[in-house]
């Protein structure tokens, strides 16, 4: 069974009789179609791929499962493609502008559009072997950059915005298509903002340089933070905090199992780090979904619900970040397996001094 017909089972749950897709990376799962503007209809009779004329040759080379639909002037110019008799039409609520659902229901006139659930994003959380193999070259990319960048990193010659720049080059330069979110590069008690923005700051020597980057590869993204200290002599406080850091991330990765929930993963690294006395310092979620997006489900977090499925790529990325002082994180991408997590990332977690 293809995608698209996976989701066309779909639509006696959503209680509708075609579901139009909205959402770029809903619509690249489901038809392979990697451009920048596209909608898909699906019905029990119907998949109608819809797009513009700047992408009429590549949606002939890269989609399947679906007919193609070429609008010349608005998107709902598709409404002569559908069936006389008059429908319920779901739209998805989370991946769907007021402007374009008010103009759906001007021009649609006589179809009963209704809001409902995104039945997509869920389906792609367990990737196939194809999908995980793209997020493994993806993540080499970074793996690859990271080793670089710790060459070209000049204390009181490099600043913040220098590194974040020779990332994001290096990207290019790898075969990566582009940045998979802003790249994060911080140093001293600037790193104790979890996303904190590079600035015109030079990297002093002895302080602690924090990044965290990703790329998209394949249409599929990476992700990785990386802490190390600039310098021979990291304090003792520093020491402590990377360790208890370094601690609660492997035991997470070793401990979690298939039919575990996300809350359950998340708490296997919160509890290590609350027992040491920093929990008020470790803000954000233990890690998120990675795919087709950066940031997808499954949540591992402490409103992670979903149980998590061999099959399901997610990061594991604690965090301890004291203010004024200094903020360290370590992230993985990791795979899960019928017997526990593969770690996909391959740069070293011990603490290097460069």
């Known amino acids: ?60 080379e890269e989609v399947k ?19 006389e008799i008059k429908l319920r039409i779901g739209v998805p609520k989370a991946n769907i502008t007021c402007e ?30 194809d999908e995980i193999e793209k997020i493994r070259r993806s993540q080499e990319v970074t793996d690859r950059i990271f080793t670089e960048i710790l060459n070209r990193v000049k204390p009181g010659e490099t600043t913040e915005l220098d590194i974040a720049a020779e990332i994001e080059y290096l990207m290019k330069k790898f075969g990566a298509e582009k940045p998979s979110f802003d790249t ?26 924090l990044m965290d980057f990703g790329n998209y590869l394949e249409g599929y993204s990476s992700d990785m933070t990386r802490t190390v200290w600039v310098g021979e002599n990291p304090p003792e406080e520093f020491v402590k905090i990377y360790n208890i850091v370094k601690e609660a991330q492997e035991r997470a990765e070793e401990e979690a199992k298939p039919g575990m929930t996300g809350k359950e993963i998340d708490a296997l690294a919160r509890e290590m780090i609350e027992k040491a006395g920093y929990g008020e310092f470790f803000g954000h979620s233990l890690g998120h979904g990675v795919g087709l997006e950066v940031h997808e489900l499954p ?32 992230e993985d991408i990791v795979v899960m397996r019928e017997d526990g997590v593969e770690v996909i990332t391959r740069s070293p977690k011990n603490l290097i001094k460069i």
């Open 1 to 60: 069974m293809n995608r698209i017909d996976a989701l066309r089972e779909k639509l006696d749950q959503l209680n509708v009789d075609i579901y139009l897709e909205t959402k770029l990376a809903n619509i690249r799962y489901l038809t392979g179609f990697s451009g920048s503007n596209a909608y898909l209809l699906v019905g029990r009779d119907i998949s109608l791929f819809v797009s513009d004329g700047r992408y009429k040759e590549q949606s002939r």
């Open 65 to 83: 499962d679906a007919d193609i639909f070429i609008y010349t002037r608005e998107i709902t110019e598709f409404k002569e493609k559908l069936p």
């Open 100 to 129: 374009l659902f008010e103009k759906l229901k001007e021009k649609l006139e006589g179809f009963e559009l209704v809001l409902v659930d995104d039945p997509v994003s869920p389906m792609r959380m367990v990737k196939s072997e």
């Open 184 to 209: 994060i590069v911080a140093t001293g008690p600037h790193s104790a903002l979890p996303h904190a923005k590079p600035r015109k700051v030079k990297v002093k020597n002895e302080t602690n340089l």
């Open 299 to 330: 949540r591992i977090s402490v409103l992670g619900e979903t149980k998590i499925e061999p099959g399901m790529v997610f990061t594991v990325e604690p965090g301890i970040y004291v203010p004024g002082f200094a903020g360290v994180r370590i």
